[in-house]
């Protein structure tokens, strides 16, 4: 079993290709160890070369309405009046530190996905 760092496109998609072939491999057999590896290669390579970006912070607000059934009336203790609220969510107005606090607590929403809306405000 020959397995190689991965420093090119090439490289890359011959782990992947290798990982589609072992897929399936019982874990402790040599395809499943080479498996493991070439997983752990790719999700580096990935993760230098594609990273995945938090959401903006007012589209995980958006979306946390969406899955709590919640209408903008909903988020005024979290943010303030209704025109408070209409700014914020129309990109008017930044989030400020008690908002983001108070979204995180009572919303869930986390606070990595908050606070790069507070850095740009």
């Given at each position: 079993m020959e397995i190689q760092?991965?420093?090119t496109e090439q490289d890359?998609?011959?782990a992947i290709a290798e990982i589609e072939k072992c897929w399936g491999a019982?874990?402790?057999t040599e395809a499943g160890n080479k498996l493991d590896i070439l997983?752990?290669?790719v999700d580096d390579y990935e993760s230098i070369h594609y990273p995945i970006?938090?959401?903006d912070p007012i589209e995980a607000i958006k979306f946390r309405m969406e899955q709590m059934n919640l209408s903008?009336?909903?988020l005024e203790p979290y943010i303030?009046?209704?025109g408070r609220v209409s700014e914020v969510l129309n990109?008017?107005?930044g989030l400020s530190l008690n908002m983001i606090r108070k979204l995180h607590s009572k919303l869930s929403i986390p606070l990595e996905n908050l606070i790069s809306e507070a850095r740009n405000a």
């Open positions: 760092p991965i420093k890359y998609n011959q019982n874990e402790g997983l752990v290669l970006l938090p959401p903008r009336k909903d303030g009046g209704r990109y008017q107005r």
